[in-house]
């Protein structure tokens, strides 16, 4: 398969684990006979100091035309000033509404030889798999607001919703958990917001679609109990925007540490290969506190690069392999600083995606 990959290395630690994650698809590409070519192209604070714009427009035109879009991070310091025209960020929700990538996708898995870099006892971990879909393009990020301005008297920002928006993202989400163990649970907030109460009426219509599904309907101030309490049974929960950012953030510290967690943003465009075009990164942000030292855990984007092969390719076979491979090496007690714990071996980002190479081509 020829497939045309856009890479958006960005800010801080963005380049060195969207290099580890090019060698892995590099040598999947090698192994299983495809051709993928990468498309660099800039966006977030490098994209400012270079081009003047978090998002250029040649950004946006590559990034639609490729068959999937794999991100780094963007942002950091340098560019943090509140009242600066632009911001690094301001790319990342440019890009995401250019390409209607309406839901983000987080699985969250617990790898048992990492249980112990949890803040969470052992016996809560045991089994937690679960998926968290985030609607991305509605709600109070992107609603009607108004800012407080010099006088900060008053300042809101809209949860709006349509019935469009929350079918879309839903649908996706069933779809999801009919490919796994069929249990669904939509968290909302219907005793106080409208817009929750249209959200919970339109997943019910959208289930009667779906009879195989267990589901359940969770309160959002419950569910943030439950995601900590009893986490392994869920499967597939599916939340609006602003309640989905701060319970997939609550879901990874479940894994041990940021480094180790993947995520896929999904919407409707299709590629040349028929499959949805996405936008692959991993969870965490820039970490300036520990750019250029060659040291940051390279793992979550080269399961980010596995989620664009089963995603936006439908190759699953490649995809499972490089899983395999990222086992295989936590299993031979490597690790990078992050998830060291003693008894282990610590490396670099570089050696660890060398070692992720060398067990994927066995
Ligand atoms: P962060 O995720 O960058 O870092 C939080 C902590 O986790 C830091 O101590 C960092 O060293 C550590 N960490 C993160 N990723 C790691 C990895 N792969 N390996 C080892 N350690 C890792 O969050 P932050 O410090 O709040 O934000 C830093 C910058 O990143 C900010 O400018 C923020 O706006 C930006 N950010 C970008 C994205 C994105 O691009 N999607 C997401 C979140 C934050």
């Keep these: 398969m020829n497939a045309n990959i856009v890479v958006?290395?960005?800010?801080?630690?963005?380049?060195?684990v969207t290099n580890e994650a090019k060698k892995i698809l590099t040598a999947v590409a090698g192994k299983f006979g495809h051709n993928f070519t990468f498309d660099h192209q800039l966006m977030g604070g490098c994209a400012i100091d270079e081009k003047g714009t978090s998002l250029p427009d040649a950004t946006v035109e590559a990034c639609k035309v490729a068959d999937a879009v794999l991100l780094g991070a963007v942002g950091g310091p340098k560019w943090d000033n509140p009242n600066a025209p632009d911001r690094p960020e301001r790319g990342l929700l440019g890009i995401r509404k250019a390409l209607n990538l309406f839901a983000n996708l987080r699985p969250v898995k617990v790898h048992p030889q990492l249980i112990s870099a949890s803040a969470i006892k052992e016996e809560v971990l045991a089994g937690v798999d679960l998926l968290v879909v985030r609607e991305?393009?509605?709600?109070?990020?992107?609603?009607?607001?108004?800012?407080?301005?010099?006088?900060?008297?008053?300042?809101?920002?809209?949860?709006?919703?349509?019935?469009?928006?929350?079918e879309r993202v839903v649908r996706l989400a069933a779809d999801a958990a009919m490919?796994?163990?069929?249990?669904?649970?939509?968290?909302?907030?219907?005793?106080?917001l409208?817009?929750?109460?249209?959200?919970?009426?339109?997943?019910?219509?959208?289930l009667k679609d779906y009879p195989e599904l267990s589901v359940d309907h969770v309160l959002v101030d419950a569910m943030a109990m439950h995601l900590i309490r009893?986490?392994?049974?869920?499967?597939?929960?599916?939340?609006?925007?602003?309640?989905?950012?701060?319970?997939t953030d609550e879901a990874s510290m479940l894994a041990g540490s940021m480094g180790m967690l993947p995520s896929a943003s999904l919407g409707d465009v299709m590629n040349s290969h028929k499959l949805p075009l996405g936008l692959y990164e991993p969870i965490h942000g820039s970490a300036p506190d520990i750019a250029g030292r060659g040291i940051s855990n390279p793992l979550a984007t080269i399961l980010s690069s596995a989620m664009l092969l089963r995603h936006s390719l439908g190759l699953e076979a490649e995809a499972a392999a490089i899983e395999a491979a990222v086992d295989t090496v936590l299993?031979?007690?490597?690790?990078?600083g992050d998830i060291a714990h003693t008894g282990t071996e610590v490396v670099g980002t570089e050696v660890m995606g060398n070692l992720v190479v060398e067990a994927l081509k066995v």
């Design 194 to 206: 409208a817009s929750s109460r249209l959200w919970r009426r339109v997943t019910v219509d959208v």
């Design 230 to 247: 009893r986490p392994a049974d869920y499967d597939v929960v599916v939340s609006e925007n602003l309640f989905g950012d701060i319970l």
């Design 136 to 166: 991305l393009t509605g709600g109070a990020y992107f609603g009607p607001r108004k800012e407080a301005g010099e006088e900060g008297y008053e300042a809101y920002d809209t949860m709006l919703y349509t019935r469009l928006e929350i």
């Design 331 to 336: 299993n031979e007690g490597v690790r990078t």
């Design 179 to 192: 490919g796994r163990r069929k249990k669904l649970t939509s968290v909302d907030k219907a005793n106080v």
């Design 8 to 16: 958006l290395a960005g800010d801080g630690i963005g380049p060195e």
